[in-house]
């Protein structure tokens, strides 16, 4: 079947501009996460829904990246008044379900470039 | 805080040459230890689980073990398609679902 999917796969935008990311998760996962992977680096976790609400938001860094998901399946990362550090490939994942013994799938990522 | 060291940053084998790849935990209450292998430009995918210290899994060329401190792959004759960054990832217990990750294992089999 599909996977998690991610629009655009790359986005270049000028500093200090609104930018954001979808994801299309896999059919029925009720788990959604991001992250973000610098190069060279492990992926680092930003935030997780079960569902429509954020369940764990703690990896966020500061309050201009907000994530939303509003049906409960498609989400939106959102960054606003981009800057160069948060140049980065930003990674959804999805699971079936939250807990022991569900994988989180990834999808390709969305490449984002701060000029 | 928990952290995840993986060992060697990289490593280039001889098609065939077997090979282990170590990785480092300190987390508190270990929920689950996770291998995932990345190819450039891609996302992670998912190769084991591991949930118990002993505990062992294999999936074709590649065999995961798990101790109380670290877990490692195996690679047993490997092959020029394994080349990749092999992610190890730890889940604590507590009730956050996130997964901690270490920067990862370049990986370059040579035919």
């Known amino acids: 079947g599909a996977g998690v999917s991610q629009t655009p796969s790359n986005k270049v935008t000028e500093k200090g501009k609104y930018v954001e990311l979808r994801c299309d998760p896999i059919?029925?996962?009720?788990?959604l996460y991001w992250y973000r992977q610098s190069l060279g680096q492990g992926p680092e976790f930003l935030i997780y829904?079960?569902?429509?609400?954020?369940?764990?938001d703690s990896g966020l860094p500061n309050d201009r990246f907000f994530a939303v998901r509003p049906e409960g399946s498609v989400s939106t990362l959102k960054i606003q008044r981009t800057e160069r550090g948060d140049s980065a490939v930003y990674l959804c994942?999805?699971?079936?379900?939250?807990?022991?013994?569900?994988?989180?799938?990834f999808g390709p990522g969305t490449r984002l470039t701060v000029t | 805080e928990d952290q995840v060291t993986q060992s060697p940053e990289a490593l280039r084998l001889q098609e065939g040459e077997s090979s282990s790849l170590n990785c480092s935990y300190t987390?508190?209450?270990?929920?689950?230890l996770f291998w995932y292998r990345q190819d450039p430009g891609k996302g992670p995918e998912f190769l084991f689980t591991?949930?118990?210290a002993g505990e062992e899994k294999e999936k074709e060329r590649l065999k995961a073990t798990l101790t109380k401190k670290e877990s490692f792959l195996h690679i047993t004759a490997p092959k020029p398609e394994d080349s990749a960054t092999y992610l190890c990832?730890?889940?604590?217990?507590?009730?956050?679902?996130?997964?901690?990750f270490g920067k990862g294992t370049k990986l370059t089999v040579n035919p």
């Open positions: 591991l949930y118990s």
């Open positions: 990832a730890v889940q604590h217990q507590g009730g956050s679902e996130k997964l901690v």
């Open positions: 829904f079960q569902g429509t609400g954020a369940a764990d």
């Open positions: 987390v508190s209450g270990l929920r689950g």
């Open positions: 059919s029925g996962h009720t788990a």
């Open positions: 994942a999805s699971s079936r379900l939250a807990g022991v013994g569900y994988e989180q799938y």
